[in-house]
């Protein structure tokens, strides 16, 4: 089965509590991710994976209150917290999403998931080659639009390394992209009926109070009642023609690998 997990927790180094704020009234950040998420026509399964940390209690909460499904696991061994939210839902074909990345796109996953099955990939994603040395593909999408598929079986295989490194449980499918001949890479390209998408100079990720600012702004103006009525392309659109909206985030230093943990 073909199944997302959503990671979320309340704790966050530049924005605590960010996935439980409301970008528009009545709708808060991870039910925007849950949400979006739902417009794919691929995904049998959407699970919040959560920590069993009691600050996330008010996560669980949420989620029983909207009806979603969740996993409880280790706060920071992400990469057995993800296992078993696929485990325990069944999920063998594994889309990977964050809760702090709103601007994802139905299309744009079960494009992943088709780029997959066509290219005999083992593993694609459309950002995550900029956090390795090790793959010289390059991110051609903005900051945010954050996608990974893979099947579950990886990340069963990865927990069962011997010299599994820590970073490589708290980012649970680094050790399947940053280890050279592993597994056949498939990098996402913003070009042909996706070239619309090729702006990486762009943040559309919610890290900090400036990022959050910029996604109330693109929500108010293009979703204000309806979050999943318009298209990442009309986000990166509206960002685009206006410098004041791409003013609002760009001096936000990105973060390495380290500080995504």
């Not at 979006?36 to 669980?60: F, G, K, W, Y």
Request: hydrophobic share 40%; with cysteine; aromatic share 6%.
């Amino acid at each position: 089965m073909i199944g997302a997990t959503i990671e979320a927790r309340i704790s966050s180094t530049r924005l605590p509590g960010k996935v439980l704020m409301d970008v528009v009234p009545g709708w808060t950040l991870l039910d925007i991710v849950v949400a979006r998420a739902e417009c794919s026509d691929q995904l049998s399964s959407i699970v919040v994976a959560t920590s069993t940390n009691p600050a996330d209690d008010a996560i669980v909460a949420h989620c029983e209150n909207k009806g979603y499904s969740y996993f409880r696991g280790d706060e920071h061994d992400v990469l057995k917290r993800v296992i078993g939210a696929a485990r325990q839902f069944g999920i063998t074909t594994l889309v990977r999403l964050t809760g702090d990345n709103p601007l994802i796109d139905g299309k744009i996953i079960d494009g992943l998931i088709e780029m997959r099955e066509k290219g005999n990939f083992d593993y694609v994603a459309t950002t995550m080659m900029g956090h390795s040395e090790n793959w010289d593909a390059e991110r051609t999408v903005p900051r945010g639009v954050s996608m990974e598929v893979l099947a579950t079986q990886m990340l069963e295989e990865t927990d069962k390394l011997d010299d599994l490194l820590p970073l490589e449980r708290e980012a649970p499918t680094f050790a399947c992209y940053d280890r050279p001949g592993r597994y056949k890479l498939g990098a996402f390209v913003a070009e042909g009926k996706y070239a619309c998408l090729a702006h990486p100079e762009l943040r559309l990720t919610v890290d900090t109070p400036e990022d959050m600012s910029l996604t109330k702004t693109i929500f108010s103006k293009l979703g204000p009642k309806d979050p999943t009525s318009f298209s990442t392309e009309k986000a990166i659109a509206l960002v685009m023609n206006n410098e004041k909206l791409r003013a609002i985030n760009a001096d936000v230093p990105h973060k390495v690998m380290s500080e995504i943990l």
